[in-house]
């Protein structure tokens, strides 16, 4: 009687115990926040300036963190614009942390490649579009302000600037008949979830 009491009484002990030190879940992942603005400028046709604004709840961003690099993409589920950003590995700070000058025609000894791409839905079903490259006069910067490694979120913001860029949204085939603007995209990223 006396052991199986004693055999109760220590199993009885060791669950109470095991409860104690079961790790508790893990708390889910906090929703990432989205913005980006695009503006476009007409020097010669204030009248066409334009701008919008995007947020997460049309705005999709993903983003790897790969041996190659980190790479980060932006495009609007119902719009024409999308904006992918590369940073190769050499480049990236071990945190991730850093601000990104991006690597263009104007600016050649920047790290971040960019390139913007513009969908024109020129009749139902069919579609053309602009793809900007690093090759223009463009500017700006990737800065990631925070990383949690263990979760795989990241941070940060951007600006990219296109200057003197044929009007995307002029489906001519011909650049020197087309309005010039500049173009600007201006965005922010919350707790971005890295693939």
Not at 18 to 36: G, M
Not at 48 to 69: E, P
Not at 112 to 121: K, L, Q, W
Not at 126 to 151: H, M, P, W
């Amino acid at each position: 009687m006396k052991t199986l009491l004693t055999l109760c009484l220590a199993t009885a002990l060791l669950s109470s115990c095991s409860k104690e030190h079961d790790p508790q879940p893990a708390a889910p992942d906090p929703a990432p926040t989205l913005t980006v603005t695009r503006t476009m400028t007409y020097a010669t046709a204030p009248s066409r300036d334009n701008g919008v604004t995007y947020t997460q709840k049309t705005l999709d961003g993903s983003g790897t963190l790969t041996d190659t690099g980190l790479k980060l993409l932006f495009s609007e589920q119902n719009a024409p614009d999308d904006l992918a950003m590369e940073v190769p590995k050499a480049a990236l700070t071990n945190a991730l942390n850093g601000t990104y000058a991006l690597n263009t025609r104007t600016n050649p000894s920047g790290v971040a490649d960019v390139r913007y791409i513009f969908t024109r839905i020129n009749t139902p079903g069919q579609t053309s579009g602009v793809i900007v490259g690093k090759f223009s006069l463009a500017g700006g910067q990737l800065v990631v302000t925070q990383y949690d490694s263990e979760r795989r979120l990241v941070s940060g913001s951007f600006e990219v600037r296109y200057e003197d860029l044929a009007d995307p949204t002029d489906g001519r085939f011909s650049d020197s008949d087309k309005l010039h603007c500049t173009l600007k995209m201006v965005g922010s990223f919350n707790n971005l979830k890295l693939r």
